[in-house]
């Protein structure tokens, strides 16, 4: 139960967008009441959760690569000014991604480090720097057995991101979560929102059965106002604005009340493996100047395949995560609808399939790395969450007249955008039309807007 009847602003969502937006906003307004609600019974149980937590700058457009940018500087501040965010383990590990780039390729990518003029940090690999990779085929002459279709294109050379790496989600979600709570926000786990609503408020005439307002009162100044969120088990709060950060789940609760997103949800997989292939990849230092300053040493960066397969490296675990964007198999939308349901049954071991290691991933690996269909890969487990896709792969801001904010479209880089999508969002509940982002320099919010957008298609999804 929350503790108040009435809130200055509700969140819904409790991933790393929706807790860095709280954390942002409470950090600029102190006196503010907030309460964030979530499904889930912690923090960054959605697809935060599932992710693979991969953090890089390096993206085609200049406001996905300045907004990753900013939010790695920031995850790297707090690790090193906090020794809870250092041990056992770090909130930030850079060691680096790793393209493996057909001739098709190679000149876009070398082009958009270019074009940053030294504001992506990265080396470029050749032929020759690759041929240590353990196993790596460079020149595949088919894709699987008995397929004539025409063979995977040659690796030419490779590209080094070296301002990349992981986050530990779980760390960081919980750091936004505890500042957050220290300052006087109030989460609320294991509830549904399921309705936002204009009832209640007295100025606003809602049609009677589905207590819908009447077009007109849009075009009052300042009469309409969102004023209730209600939940699953009955309560209902009541506020006057709400930020819905609920991730792939977002249009569930934003259609009913007529809000457009221009977001589409899309089931994205992982699969982890172990086994002697495992072992070999892991133990390789590729041939790039050391990102740890401590070791010394270079180690197996993320790796992207020229058919979109990535691997990261678990070092702890001795193990590999594998994944590939997929945006075929399987149909657009979420499985669930809190709106409807009253319930969010999302899990993400039951959304695995293992077998889809075997069609999908496989395939799309070992034509590069043909010991990956060998007993030296071990296939440990398989889980799923969402890419939260907008049209162009940038995300989306957008306020609605009467109180309701959207942050989102992730496009599966949200994690390494949080803080700056927190900014941002804080930002756009202040009526601000710029936010300042941590590296300095501030960002116009209606460049992420949809009737005044202003951003270049992004080329790199991982
Ligand atoms: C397999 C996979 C790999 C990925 N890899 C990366 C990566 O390497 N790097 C990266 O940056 N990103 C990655 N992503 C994308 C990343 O997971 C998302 O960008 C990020 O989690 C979005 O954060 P969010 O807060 O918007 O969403 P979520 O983390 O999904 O949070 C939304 C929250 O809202 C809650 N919620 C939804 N509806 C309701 C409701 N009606 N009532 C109450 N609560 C509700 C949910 O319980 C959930 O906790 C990956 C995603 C997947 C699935």
């Known amino acids: ?36 609600v979530d499904a889930r019974s912690g923090p960054g149980e959605g697809s935060t959760g599932a992710s693979a937590a991969m953090v890089r700058d390096v993206f ?6 300045v907004l990753a940018k900013s939010a790695i500087a920031f995850y790297r501040r707090q690790m090193e000014e906090r020794e809870d965010l250092r041990t056992p383990f770090p909130l ?42 353990p196993g790596l ?19 030419t050379g490779g590209l080094f991101g070296r301002n990349c790496g992981t986050v530990a989600p779980e760390m960081l979600t919980h750091f936004y979560c505890d500042e957050a709570r220290r300052l006087g926000v109030e989460f609320l786990f294991d509830t549904v929102v399921q309705r936002l609503s204009f009832e209640g408020r007295e100025e606003i005439l809602l049609h009677e059965p589905t207590q819908r307002p009447f077009s007109f009162q849009q075009f009052m100044k300042g009469r309409l106002r969102i004023s209730r969120v209600s939940f699953n088990d009955g309560h209902s709060v009541s506020t006057d604005s709400v930020i819905v950060a609920a991730g792939a789940w977002s249009n569930a609760i934003l259609h009913p009340l007529g809000v457009a997103t221009a977001c589409s949800a899309r089931p994205q997989f992982l699969f982890s493996i172990s086994g002697s292939v495992v072992e070999s990849l892991l133990r390789w230092e590729p041939p790039v100047r050391p990102l740890d300053a401590i070791e010394g040493k270079s180690r197996l960066p ?34 669930e609808n809190p709106a409807r349901d009253g319930r969010l049954e999302y899990n993400m071991l039951k959304m ?32 799923g969450g969402y890419y939260n896709f907008s049209p162009e792969g940038l995300p989306v801001l957008i306020e609605e ?39 300095g320099g501030s960002y116009r919010l209606d460049r992420l807007s949809l009737d005044h957008r202003a951003v270049e298609q992004e080329k790199i999804i991982l």
């Open 1 to 36: 139960m929350p503790s108040k009847t009435k809130y200055d602003v509700v969140i819904v969502g409790a991933g790393a967008i929706g807790v860095a937006s709280a954390y942002h906003l409470i950090q600029n307004h102190p006196e503010l009441s907030v309460l964030v």
């Open 60 to 65: 085609s457009s200049w406001d996905n690569h």
């Open 92 to 133: 930030l590990d850079l060691y680096g991604y790793l393209w493996l780039l057909p001739e098709s390729h190679r000149q876009e990518y070398l082009d958009i480090v270019r074009r940053s003029g030294g504001s992506i940090d990265a080396e470029t690999l050749t032929v020759d720097d690759l041929r240590s990779f």
């Open 137 to 155: 085929d460079l020149s595949p002459r088919r894709w699987f057995e008995g397929d004539d279709a025409p063979p995977p294109e040659p690796i």
């Open 302 to 335: 993320f790796v992207i395949f020229p058919t979109g397969a990535t691997l990261k490296p678990i070092f702890r675990q001795r193990q590999i995560w594998v994944g590939c964007v997929d945006t075929v198999s399987h149909p657009v939308g979420t499985r």
């Open 352 to 383: 695995g399939d293992r077998d889809a290691f075997a069609t999908d991933i496989l395939p799309a690996v070992t034509p590069y790395l043909p010991a990956f269909d060998t007993a030296g890969v071990r296939l440990e487990n398989a889980w």
């Open 401 to 439: 007249p009467y109180g309701v904010i959207f942050i989102g479209g992730d496009s599966g880089s949200g994690v390494m955008k949080a803080d700056s999508l927190g900014r941002l969002a804080a930002a756009k509940y202040d009526g601000k039309s710029e936010a300042p982002l941590f590296v």
